[in-house]
């Protein structure tokens, strides 16, 4: 029996308020409308066991959390999101949909947080080998509009999302740092127009990448 050819693996990344979610939701209609088989998934998350990592991660606490924890949970996560979700996925031909990946943590707990991106950069190889997204769809936005929409949403927000802008200026530095350094991965789509103009930019990217993955 021939094995079918491994999936592309697709991440959304950028700060809170680019329209990540709004915007996964249009990429997975646009694979449905060319019928490829696909997952959509997130992190920290993706499985029951690393969603309950990601309820650690992400609920407000009285108590500091050391960035160094932060980052072990975030990688832990991930190894178990990996194990059993994405690698399974893409082993059988399906796309994978995620939003964030560990470009975000480069960005979160490397340029947000100040960790060493040597760091980061061995548990990324402990973790997941050579595996790395195919495409990084970078939905980029100023941070004060970013931020606005996002604290325009109900709830207080998470313990990540109640940063200062400052925390948040310097992961969109980081973000568009690894964009810059590795164009050929990275799509940069200015998410500050109106959502039909980004979207026409993320679908003229995707059908691009469709027709290569066909031949």
């Not at 809170?16 to 996964?24: C, H, W």
């Not at 997975?28 to 650690?56: D, K, Q, S, Y």
């Amino acid at each position: 029996m021939s094995v079918p050819p491994r999936g592309k693996f697709i991440t959304l990344e950028g700060i809170e308020g680019v329209g990540k979610s709004t915007n996964l939701q249009f990429i997975a209609a646009e694979l449905r409308a060319a019928g490829i088989p696909f997952v959509t998934t997130r992190e920290p998350g993706g499985t029951p066991f690393a969603e309950e990592m990601r309820g650690l991660l992400l609920a407000p606490r009285d108590e500091p959390v050391s960035p160094d924890a932060e980052l072990l949970l975030m990688f832990a996560a991930r190894a178990q999101h990996l194990h059993a979700l994405i690698a399974p996925a893409l082993a059988r031909g399906d796309w994978v949909l995620c939003d964030r990946f560990t470009d975000a943590t480069y960005a979160y707990q490397g340029g947000g947080r100040g960790l060493a991106l040597e760091k980061i950069r061995w548990l990324e190889n402990a973790v997941q080998g050579e595996l790395r997204p195919d495409r990084v769809f970078l939905l980029d936005v100023d941070v004060d509009t970013g931020l606005a929409r996002a604290r325009s949403r109900a709830g207080s927000g998470d313990r990540i999302e109640r940063e200062r802008a400052e925390f948040f200026s310097r992961v969109r530095a980081m973000y568009l740092e690894r964009a810059a350094s590795q164009p050929s991965r990275y799509c940069v789509i200015d998410a500050g127009p109106g959502l039909a103009d980004v979207q026409a930019s993320i679908a003229a990217a995707l059908r691009e990448m469709i027709r290569g993955a066909r031949g």
